[in-house]
């Protein structure tokens, strides 16, 4: 197997850019394919593809954001926090959701694979040189939105993965020290 150095450091040094702060440009749509191809090479027990990749523009976007306050349920700090946080200049969003209608594989499994399919997502951007955020909040679990989105709401949306440039360089954040989570089995 051939080694990558590239991909290591680009692993060590991935960092997430606030949704809010990326800005023009995003992928190209040859970047995009690739990004999707890249997607979709994950685990994926039993061959199920149980995965799902919306594509949002920057107009659809905007009709998104502009809809979430009337489908809002709930407490308004939530929607509050939201709005403050809401991607107003990336140029692209993904919206990944995982149906799990088959038996063949757990659940957990099927929705586990969505959400490699947002790291390899995140993975390939960050190899183009963009940056992204991959949010799930409220909005991520609302029947609401779902609807709105085209999503049946027995499925699951794993994942917003908002990409576009830098506007600033992202500030590092603490990263757990390996000796407080990792252990060695002895059975």
């Known amino acids: 197997m051939k080694r990558s150095p590239e991909t290591i450091e680009l692993l060590l040094t991935r960092r997430s850019q606030l949704a809010a702060k990326l800005v023009p440009p995003g992928p190209t749509?040859?970047?995009?394919?690739?990004?999707?191809?890249?997607?979709?090479?994950?685990?994926?027990h039993k061959g199920l593809s149980p995965w799902r990749?919306?594509?949002a523009d920057r107009?659809?976007?905007?009709?998104?954001?502009?809809?979430?306050?009337?489908?809002?349920?709930?407490?308004?700090a939530s929607l509050e926090k939201t709005n403050s946080k809401q991607?107003?200049?990336?140029?692209?969003?993904?919206?990944?959701s995982s149906r799990t209608p088959s038996t063949k594989a757990p659940r957990s499994e099927q929705i586990l694979s969505g959400a490699t399919v947002c790291q390899n997502i995140i993975i390939a951007a960050n190899a183009f040189g963009y940056r992204n955020q991959w949010l799930s909040?409220?909005?991520?679990y609302s029947d609401k939105v779902k609807t709105y989105l085209g999503v049946p709401t027995d499925e699951e949306i794993?994942?917003?993965?908002?990409?576009?440039s830098e506007s600033e360089i992202p500030k590092e954040r603490p990263?757990?020290?390996?000796?407080?989570?990792?252990?060695?089995?002895?059975l």
């Open 175 to 186: 990263r757990p020290d390996l000796t407080d989570i990792v252990s060695k089995l002895e």
């Open 137 to 140: 909040e409220w909005f991520a």
């Open 87 to 96: 991607a107003k200049t990336a140029p692209l969003l993904l919206i990944v």
């Open 158 to 164: 794993i994942g917003f993965i908002y990409i576009g």
């Open 53 to 55: 990749i919306q594509i």
């Open 59 to 76: 107009a659809t976007q905007d009709k998104l954001h502009a809809k979430l306050p009337e489908l809002h349920e709930g407490d308004p």
């Open 29 to 44: 749509e040859e970047e995009l394919d690739t990004i999707l191809r890249c997607a979709t090479r994950v685990p994926d």
